[in-house]
């Protein structure tokens, strides 16, 4: 639980589950949408052939672990695509805020990914249309998936968080 975010420990001590909160969910989801926008948009502008042929194997073992039932490995995928992507743009310092972002909002799409429909195919469907865009060197496009996708995510979490017990998670208000 540690690991995929969901339960927190210090050292020396027991774990503990974490808590979500809506406040929280937000946040993160907004500061993702203005950087991450960011990145897509350099990367798309800057991208290379190879990489954006890695992007398409990973979007492909993304599907696969996601039609597969395996939310854990259907997450590191899509990370390591948007990290091909964003480091394509090559500001280092937009990277590293990113990934502390995305430690910082695992939880809450290991939630979205296991209890809500994010294993469902059509939701990753997004990532065809940024690969396209990044190929076809249009980084506005790219900006613009990205905010749409992280808008729906945020939506569907937020629904979920205010709407049900989720087991083994306490959520605030």
């Known amino acids: 639980m540690v690991d995929a975010g969901l339960a927190e420990q210090e050292p020396y001590k027991s774990a503990r589950v974490r808590r979500l909160s809506v406040q ?10 203005l950087v991450e926008g960011e990145c897509a948009n ?19 073992e993304l599907l696969n672990a ?3 039932g395996d939310a854990r490995t259907a997450l590191t995928r ?11 743009g090559g500001n280092g310092v937009l990277l590293d805020i990113v990934r502390g972002l995305w430690d910082r909002c695992r939880p809450y799409k290991m939630l979205w990914a296991t209890q809500g429909d994010g294993l469902n195919e059509h939701i990753w ?13 249009d980084g ?21 968080l205010g709407t049900q017990e989720l087991p083994g998670i306490t959520t605030l208000r």
Do not use: C
């Open 78 to 88: 899509d990370e390591e695509m948007l990290d091909i992507l964003y480091s394509a």
């Open 66 to 68: 996601a039609s597969g």
């Open 24 to 33: 929280e969910l937000e946040e993160v989801y907004s500061a993702r949408i």
């Open 125 to 137: 469907r997004y990532k065809t249309d940024l690969i396209d865009a990044a190929r076809a060197g």
């Open 140 to 160: 506005e496009r790219a900006r613009e998936i990205i905010r749409v996708s992280y808008q729906r995510a945020l939506d569907a979490i937020r629904e979920m």
């Open 42 to 60: 350099l990367g798309s502008t800057a991208i290379a052939a190879a990489e954006l042929e890695r992007m398409e194997q990973l979007h492909e």
